[in-house]
């Protein structure tokens, strides 16, 4: 059966409207994670040091920075209550520029700032599977999202 010319026009805007929302999905994933993650993958120029934790409040956890150069000491900053574990803990942090809040440095660090993206990446994965009709692109997104979210919650 020959299909006419406005069906295969149907397709095609359907198929670049799927791709509009995955580009979508995953340009905000990015953007999502670029917030933390250039901290860390740009780290020149910023304070580094040691954040002990000493209290947790409902959204964040407080503690003094012990720089590890030339920067100065702080006797209190915030890290998200998702990356800090438990009181006493002491990881390596790099200071936001401008503020008392620290990021979480090193391999736990870089995965916990690329969790969005891992979320995008799930949800991409299944806008290509379903509405783009690829399944072996999809499975990929979804293998490397899910190596992305385990290796996170581990590295944590």
Do not use: N, Y
């Not at 503690?63 to 390596?92: L, M, N, W, Y």
């Not at 090193?106 to 690329?114: D, K, S, T, Y």
């Not at 969005?116 to 499975?139: E, N, Q």
């Amino acid at each position: 059966m020959k299909r006419s010319s406005s069906h295969r026009a149907l397709v095609h805007a359907r198929h670049a409207a799927m791709g509009c929302v995955v580009l979508l999905l995953l340009a905000s994933g990015v953007f999502s994670s670029w917030s933390s993650a250039h901290h860390i993958v740009l780290p020149k120029g910023r304070e580094h040091g040691t954040m002990t934790v000493t209290g947790c409040g409902a959204d964040f956890c407080t503690g003094p920075f012990a720089p590890s150069g030339q920067a100065a000491a702080r006797t209190r900053v915030t890290i998200e209550k998702s990356v800090a574990a438990q009181r006493g803990e002491r990881f390596p942090v790099v200071v936001k520029p401008g503020t008392d809040d620290v990021v979480r440095t090193g391999i736990p660090g870089f995965l916990h700032a690329w969790t969005p993206l891992g979320g995008a990446l799930v949800l991409a994965a299944l806008v290509i599977g379903g509405g783009l009709r690829l399944p072996r692109i999809a499975w990929g997104t979804g293998i490397a999202s899910a190596v992305l979210l385990v290796a996170t919650f581990f590295a944590l």
